[in-house]
């Protein structure tokens, strides 16, 4: 089984400043490691994703994610931030079989302030 | 990739009463799941629904609260029953589509905001 920890309810910041969402996750086989994002009364929209190979992944709107094995970590991040980034983002997990149940994380709000 | 509606897309309902939510996706897909949002808290699955085969359960949700079916490869019910306050909720439909060979995608679609009096 596998678990996510986002340790960050909520993060606000300000417009142009850069901005880490923390996710960490617990499994006892290898993982696929996921980024949604929903906006407000949106359905979930995929990010970005790492499956094998690099450990920086670059997803959708300039946002990018590292995959760090030895601290089992997988933080998003984004130089630059918009208004429009306001919204809750979704850190999941999958096992590697081909029947991918995802395990989401419970959440963070990016709160984007003028 | 795949487009997924929903409908409703909200509802208010009183307390006893049950709400039928569908989910349509615009190509033929193996597996469909539906998940709840409670406020505030991350989506949790509650089953899994493949055509022409019963309903798979996670822990916690039980056919008879929460019937599916999956009658096509494109189309999927939701049926909420006996709505209390506690099942104010998000539902969401997603639908697992084939991509490589080692990993399938999952799309998601706009959500049911339920709202139950």
């Known amino acids: 089984a596998q678990s996510v920890t986002q340790l960050d309810s909520q993060v606000p910041v300000f417009e142009e400043a850069p901005v880490e969402l923390r996710c960490n996750y617990s499994?006892?086989?290898?993982?696929?490691l996921f980024w949604y994002v929903q906006y407000p009364n949106q359905g979930l929209q995929l990010l970005l994703k790492?499956?094998?190979?690099?450990?920086l992944v670059k997803g959708i709107n300039g946002f990018e994610a590292e995959f760090n094995k030895s601290q089992t970590s997988f933080h998003l991040r984004k130089p630059s931030v918009h208004i429009s980034d306001t919204a809750e983002y979704f850190c999941?997990?999958?096992?590697?079989?081909?029947?991918?149940?995802?395990?989401f994380g419970k959440g963070t709000m990016l709160l984007v302030s003028p | 990739s795949a487009v997924i509606s929903q409908k409703p897309s909200r509802d208010i309902c009183q307390r006893g009463t049950s709400l039928t939510i569908q989910c349509q996706v615009d190509?033929?897909?193996?597996?469909m799941f539906w998940y709840r949002q409670q406020p505030g808290q991350s989506l949790t699955l509650i089953a899994t629904?493949?055509?022409?085969?019963?309903?798979?359960?996670e822990s916690g949700f039980v056919i008879d609260k929460f019937p599916i079916s999956r009658p096509n490869l494109t189309f999927s019910t939701l049926t909420v029953s006996n709505m209390s306050p506690e099942d104010s909720s998000i539902y969401l439909c997603?639908?697992?589509?084939?991509?490589?060979?080692?990993?399938?995608?999952?799309?998601f679609g706009p959500g049911t905001r339920l709202t139950v009096l």
């Open positions: 997603s639908v697992l589509t084939s991509g490589r060979a080692s990993y399938n995608e999952q799309f």
């Open positions: 499994s006892s086989v290898s993982v696929y």
């Open positions: 790492y499956l094998s190979g690099s450990t």
């Open positions: 999941a997990v999958s096992d590697k079989s081909g029947y991918s149940t995802l395990t």
């Open positions: 190509s033929q897909v193996t597996m």
């Open positions: 629904a493949n055509q022409g085969s019963e309903a798979t359960y």
